[in-house]
C-alpha cells in the first residue's frame, strides 16, 4: 500500500525516518529509467504516462505531440510530474522501492492520482510538500501511517 507522508518538512523526515533513504529527482535519475525501461520493453508504461498524465498522444520515435501548441517534443521535454511517475515506475521494475522515501512534491494531481491509481500494490513511501491539489477522487493509500479514502485528505492531513 502507498504511504503519502505529507506534513512534516523534509527535515523532519530525515530525522524520523532515518534508516530511509530519501530520494528526489535528479535529471540523472530520469535518463536512467528512460533509457532502462526502453531496454526492457517497457516503452508501452512511458506511453500511458504521456496519455494520462500529460495528456497528450504519444508519436514514434520516443515523442510526443504538446497538447498546448501541437509541436512535436521528445521524452525528455515531459513535465518533471511525469518523470517522477516514471521514475517510481522505474524504481518498482528493479525493485529498489524497499526502506526509501520519495519525493512527489513535483508532482500535481493529475501524477498523483496516476501513482495511486496505477502502482497501489507496491509499497511506496512517499514525501509531498504542498496541498495544491486540484482534483479529489476516491482511492485507498496511508497518509501519515493512517488509512485516508480521497485524495482531498491529504489537504486536511497537513493541517493536523
Known amino acids: ?15 524520523k525516518y532515518g534508516n530511509m533513504v530519501y530520494i528526489e529527482f535528479p535529471w540523472q535519475l ?3 529509467a528512460s533509457k532502462v525501461l526502453n531496454q526492457l520493453g517497457e516503452y508501452e508504461e512511458i ?3 504521456i496519455r494520462e498524465v ?8 520516443k515523442q510526443f505531440r504538446s497538447k498546448f501548441n501541437g509541436e512535436t517534443l521528445g521524452i525528455s521535454e515531459l513535465s518533471t510530474g511525469s518523470k517522477v511517475v516514471i521514475c517510481i515506475y522505474y ?3 528493479i525493485d529498489m522501492v524497499q526502506n526509501r522515501i520519495i519525493d512527489i512534491t513535483d ?3 493529475n501524477a498523483i492520482k496516476y501513482i495511486l491509481t496505477h502502482y497501489n500494490e507496491s509499497e511506496l513511501n512517499l514525501f509531498l ?3 495544491d491539489l486540484r482534483d479529489d477522487f476516491a482511492c485507498e493509500f496511508m497518509l501519515n501511517g493512517n488509512m485516508a479514502h480521497h485524495l482531498f485528505e491529504i489537504s486536511e492531513g497537513m493541517h493536523e
Open 47 to 49: 506511453e500511458r504516462v
Open 91 to 93: 524504481l518498482i521494475k
Open 129 to 131: 510538500g504542498h496541498e
Open 107 to 109: 508532482c500535481g494531481s
Open 30 to 32: 530520469f535518463y536512467n
Open 1 to 15: 500500500m502507498i504511504n503519502i507522508i505529507s506534513k512534516d518538512r523534509v527535515e523532519d523526515i530525515k530525522d
Open 54 to 61: 500529460e495528456g497528450c498522444e504519444p508519436l514514434p520515435g
